[in-house]
């Protein structure tokens, strides 16, 4: 209420953003008309620096979407200059100016960035001390392999210790939760719809490479974001008292469910049944559960009778140890998976402690095998102890369980109805089934490079420490 006699007050900053905008479009307009359509790449390049110093934490969103959409050859950048590379230089300068004012080393006490360093510079020994000739990899067809292969490891290192000191709010967590969620889904959409094109891999299992997420071009892989997608979507149901939500959120569950059996991947069937029992064993079950349950499962069964290729459906139910594994579509499969395991067991008997290095494995395996064969092992465990040797493979197994400990600490805390951090819930237990399945995953397919491991990591270490502030009474933005 106005006091009497005081002056109304002008609010002139609603007029900001429109001006802003108008502006904004007047550059582009003027910068289009005169030297073309790129002109905008440097306009656009700016206010994308101004966002991220003014707000970080977009920033951290920017670095995460690089991880998983295929941008535009005219934003990818080339050599040196990439959106990574200039995210990445960004934020150093950040942190460095962050560190300076507010005299706060914590993130030096972190034992995930510790675990981190301590992986690659086992991966970094490994390729000086065994990995193979390099003037051998022309025999590969290619002049550089395992350089990229350490370099994106240091780059989704660098994105953690990013994330941790610039993802500091409860409501920063939900932006980045939901925005991975929201690619997952995305992805999980474009793979069932180029199926029902004709496409896919083979003419009928279900990838994206239309190129909506890089790193699901794998159907194993894309049935794992659809998976977690499963997850996220399920605990924002429980989460959110949305009217009709309900009704929403089941179709969503259902076709992330018909998009696993699309890539008709069987780590796929089998990492969905984890991700069921993941939810079961932790939440129980009551009526509206087992409700929720039953019309995910009527749903998805009447979609697969109408959409699913027959193909699909014998591969997916194809497992090990039955008849149609040895004999039926994909069976084949199956036997290369088991000569590879077989052949990735006898090169780590070679180099037991540090391994051939980060990248050499088809290098390694093409010279070893009497097939020349360069497949990858589809197992992270063995690629680690392949690659880096049983101390990788430790730092990867203790970085696992860290990340564990640290979403447990956090779910004891905020499953209270009382604690200040209580409506992060959702996505501690969305965390967690995603975490569960993400290391099941891990024993048939080559996951450790994803940014979806260091994403988890990133968010149990945020929760964690938000947690510990909120607990000792400490702001924590």
Known sequence: MQAIGTPPQVRSSSAVPALALVVLALLVAAGTAAFGALAVLPIFGVLFFVLVVARPEYGIALFLSTFLITYPSTLQGAGFLTINNVLGGVFLILLTYKVYSEEDWWFLRCRELHLLAFICLMFYLSDKLNGPDPRLLPLLGVQEHGAENMRTFITRSAFVLFFINYIRAPEHIRMIYLLALAFMVVSAFAGIQGVLRGGGLYGYRATTQAGVIASAFNPNRLAMFAILA????????????????????????????????????????????????????????????????????????????????????????????????????????????????????????????LGVGMGNWELARFLRDPTRSTGAPHSSYLLALVEGGIFALSGFLMLLWRTWRSIRFTEQHVMDPDFPLHSL???????????????????????????ILFWLVGIGIVMRRLTEQTLYGEAYA
């Open 425 to 451: 819930w959702w996505i501690v237990k969305g965390a967690k089934a995603s975490f569960l399945v993400l290391i099941f995953f891990s024993l048939f397919a080559d996951l450790w490079q994803l940014v």
């Open 230 to 353: 499963i997850a996220g979507v399920y605990y924002l149901m429980q989460a959110v008292r949305i009217p009709g939500i309900f009704l929403l959120a089941i179709p969503i569950i259902g076709v992330m469910a018909l998009c696993v059996f699309m890539t008709a991947s069987r780590s796929g069937l089998l990492g969905l049944g984890v991700c069921a029992a993941a939810i079961v064993i932790d939440e129980g079950l009551d009526l509206r559960r087992i409700l929720t349950f039953v019309m995910a499962g009527i749903l998805v069964m009447a979609l697969l009778i109408q959409l699913v290729p027959e193909k699909s459906l014998e591969r997916i139910t194809n497992l090990p140890g039955t008849d149609q594994g040895d004999s039926g579509v994909g069976s084949g499969s199956l036997e290369r998976r088991s000569y590879t395991w077989e052949v990735a067991f006898e090169m780590f008997r070679d180099n037991p402690i």
